[in-house]
């Protein structure tokens, strides 16, 4: 019997407009499903919509719907852009379907016959746009916030917004709320704070990356409530009852979180004993409490496992802000397809950021990599040998040395791509398999199959050719996952029906490979950012004037050292990096302690004497040259793992950055 793998995503509030926050969650999803499915394991992809809550009836109500028929609308544009970006979940649940409502109903009736619910009166503050109900101190935090002021006193926050100095903001949507006092029903939540700690701690892959499980942790360390799981049906008619009081509905996170569970059928039945517990609950950062400590307690009250991982991902920022309809800066994954393609755009999302840190998105970034990657890579790597495409490949013969050392690349990338991705490093995963696909570009300009061809020598042609084909087919193979119509054409031409995993050089028959178009066109960047931000198509006005640093007479330039070999150069390696935090040294007033992206795992920490320069909060999203192979050290007690390159010697004047927008762990050589 097959292994059998069940991944999800969050459902999608039905009232949002998809953007490419979703459509990372989903893409990576889809990702890992075709992944596994490819190495036979029996794989459930669930996604689906959220459909209940104020927001959707209200917005049923401007345009005069009811709420189902609005929500049977609006759920289309989810629907849509998944068909548009390939993705293909198993299941597609919503909650205003029968099998989901008869589930939580069921799940309702059992706690409360269990004893686990109860019925009180509570007073709060309320957000009508987020739909719940928040603290006191979280209230205080975001109107504080609010007024933009450096830091806020806790207490001085709560004592003004007690008195009315301050207007009661909501922590996530930064609107008004109101004070609320009504009766509700609460789960005994609070009763399985031990539990949740206790579970946590010894089953610590449940939380995913480890910042992330750190922080609930954090969160369980204090007194935990008991969660509010109704609403009035008199303010909030649009949810399901509960079965045992009819005056009320479920609260939209004890419904939606049900989904996972609903979406198998009855508990005990053949999909659920097949599937659950889940292996993988996909989720964005802001709503990591929701998925452990309300799902994980509510899955323990009602007898079941948790998820074997719950991974949070960070946000796609648009110029360092959360993606906002308020803020207008939401960024259309439709509109990305209509210029990149949606085999590019699933690649971009994954290969451009660690999986687990916020990324800022820009259409420089994107066109970029494109080019780059998918153009002067990728496509090249395939349309090399088209003008070869009738010449048979030779039949399996001992390896000469440069074919040995190719294979040898094949194997390590490959290793490297099923590990990296199956950890859910993406990133590191196609950083990975681009070694491979540089190697073989690489292969190319050694080999000279066209100087074979011209000097007859058509036996080493015919080795050449079989090497670079089945290169093509281990990338294509491993790479489908990602982008699965382009790797389908290629495997097309190549006389597979689907991927071939095997690392070997004698897995295709020796024929040739079908002729066919370049996989992808490069595209010109101004044509692009028409379409992409027709409002930045101008050029964008010269940078103020920097004033240059008062050049030092002759006597005081340093002279250079010695000569070095480029064997000593060599040994001294420099990448890209791309400063994601950076704050000031807690001991040292010239020192910042900077988190640098070099396309590792984890963001590199590296210590530098530029605080005379430099603002911490200026260096964030600068790409900047690091020294990534110096041994570590110790700077006023904060381990610095790098060093950056800098110009003016010990009195900084700049930092060294490249001119262009290059990937970060790029190689400067």
Wanted: hydrophobic share 45%.
């Amino acid at each position: 019997m097959a292994e059998r793998f069940y991944v999800t995503t969050p459902i999608y509030y039905v009232n949002d407009v998809p953007h490419i926050g979703h459509a990372y969650t989903t893409i990576a999803a889809d990702v890992i499903a075709r992944w596994h499915r490819m190495n036979g394991r029996d794989v459930k992809f669930l996604t689906g919509t959220d459909e209940h809550g104020q927001k959707v009836a209200r917005a049923a109500a401007k345009l005069g719907r009811t709420p189902q028929e609005h929500v049977d609308i609006t759920v289309q544009r989810f629907q849509e852009l998944w068909r548009t970006l390939h993705i293909q979940p198993d299941d597609f649940i919503r909650t205003t379907e029968a099998r989901h409502r008869d589930i939580v109903r069921g799940f309702l009736q059992k706690l409360h016959d269990e004893g686990q619910l109860y019925r009180q009166p509570y007073s709060g503050w309320y957000s009508t746009s987020a739909e719940r109900f928040w603290t006191e101190e979280e209230v205080a935090a975001a109107a504080w916030a609010a007024l933009k002021e450096p830091a806020y006193p806790a207490t001085e926050a709560v004592a003004r917004l007690r008195a009315g100095e301050l207007p009661g903001r909501c922590p996530d949507s930064g609107q008004a709320v109101e004070w609320l006092t009504e009766e509700n029903w609460f789960f005994r939540m609070g009763d399985y704070r031990q539990r949740l700690l206790d579970w946590i701690v010894a089953h610590p892959a449940c939380i995913q990356p480890d910042n992330r499980r750190n922080e609930v942790l954090g969160f369980l360390r204090k007194d935990l409530g008991d969660l509010c799981i109704s609403r009035p049906a008199a303010r909030l008619s649009w949810g399901i009852p509960l079965p045992f009081d009819e005056e009320y509905v479920t609260y939209v996170w004890f419904d939606a979180l049900s989904n996972y569970v609903s979406a198998l059928g009855p508990v005990g039945g053949p999909m659920h004993q097949r599937f659950w517990p889940a292996d993988i609950h996909l989720v964005g950062k802001d709503i990591l409490t929701f998925h452990t400590v309300y799902w994980f307690s509510m899955l323990m009250a009602l007898g079941l496992e948790p998820p074997r991982q719950v991974y949070a991902h960070g946000w796609w920022t648009v110029k360092k802000e959360k993606m906002s309809k308020s803020v207008g800066n939401v960024m259309d994954p439709n509109k990305l397809v209509s210029v990149f393609g949606a085999d590019a755009v699933r690649y971009f999302l994954l290969r451009e950021i660690p999986f687990g840190y916020d990324g800022d998105y820009s259409h420089a970034s994107a066109i970029l990599r494109f080019n780059s990657d998918l153009v002067n890579d990728f496509s090249n790597l395939v349309h090399r040998v088209v003008k070869w495409a009738d010449v048979p490949s030779s039949e399996s013969a001992p390896l000469g040395e440069a074919d040995a050392a190719l294979l040898a690349v094949a194997e390590r990338a490959t290793a490297t791509f099923r590990k990296e991705l199956e950890a859910l490093q993406f990133r590191q995963a196609l950083e990975g398999l681009w070694e491979l696909v540089r190697a073989g570009n690489k292969y190319v300009d050694t080999e000279a199959p066209w100087a074979l061809a011209k000097a007859g020598n058509t036996a080493r042609l015919r080795e050449v050719l079989r090497a670079l084909r089945e290169v093509q087919r281990i990338v294509v193979s491993h790479l489908h996952c990602v982008s699965p119509i382009t790797c389908s054409d290629v495997l097309a031409r190549l006389g597979l029906s689907a991927p071939d995993l095997r690392v070997a050089f004698d897995v295709l028959p020796a024929a040739g490979v079908v002729a066919g178009a370049p996989l992808f066109m490069r595209i010109d960047a101004a044509a692009a950012m028409e379409v992409l931000d027709p409002s930045a198509a101008e050029p964008p006005p010269d940078p103020a004037p920097v004033p240059l640093a008062k050049e030092k007479p002759m006597s005081e330039v340093a002279e250079l050292p010695a000569n070095i070999t480029y064997d000593d150069f060599a040994k001294v390696a420099l990448r890209v990096g791309i400063v994601v935090a950076a704050e000031k040294h807690p001991n040292a007033d010239r020192l910042l302690v900077l988190k640098v992206d070099i396309g590792e795992a984890q963001p590199r920490q590296i210590v530098a004497g530029i605080a005379k320069v430099y603002d911490p909060e200026v260096l964030v999203g600068k790409r900047i040259i690091v020294v990534a192979n110096l041994a570590p050290a110790k700077l006023r007690g904060v381990e610095s793992q790098g060093m950056l390159l800098a110009a003016g010697g010990s009195d900084v004047a700049s930092l060294l950055a490249p001119i262009h927008d290059v990937a970060a762990g790029s190689i400067v050589k």
